[in-house]
Nanobody, 122 residues
Framework: QVQLVESGGGLVQPGGSLRLSCTVSGSRFSDNAMGWYRQDPGKQRELVAGISSGGSVTNYPDSVKGRFTISRDNAKNTVYLQMNSLKPEDTAVYYC???????????????WGQGTQVTVSS
């Protein structure tokens, strides 16, 4: 029912930029918190950016703070992740997460996108 479709991943050189998009269908979007997560092989999936339903509250770990920006366009049912100054350690599969009403990144998302690969390498 609820589907998340991600796009924007790819191969970039260190210092480059990418913008990921995630479009939600099958659900009302504007009342729901969203998040971006990433997972490297052998590592746990981790939150890299969270955003509240209205966009007024965001959350970033120190590893990406100042480089990544999460935003949303509720009219388009889309959340974005702008990634600048990319580093090799940013290489991972990036997943979009959708939270049920009233939930947020303190919990596990209720729905996930399929993931999009981001590779940062020369």
């Amino acid at each position: 029912q609820v589907q998340l479709v991600e796009s924007g991943g790819g191969l970039v050189q260190p210092g480059g930029s990418l913008r990921l998009s995630c479009t939600v269908s099958g659900s009302r979007f504007s009342d729901n918190a969203m998040g971006w997560y990433r997972q490297d092989p052998g590592k746990q999936r981790e939150l890299v950016a969270g955003i509240s339903s209205g966009g007024s509250v965001t959350n970033y770990p120190d590893s990406v703070k100042g480089r990544f920006t999460i935003s949303r366009d509720n009219a388009k049912n889309t959340v974005y992740l702008q990634m600048n100054s990319l580093k090799p350690e940013d290489t991972a599969v990036y997943y979009c997460g959708f939270f049920s009403y009233g939930s947020s990144w303190v919990r596990t998302p209720d729905y996930w996108g399929q993931g999009t690969q981001v590779t940062v390498s020369s």
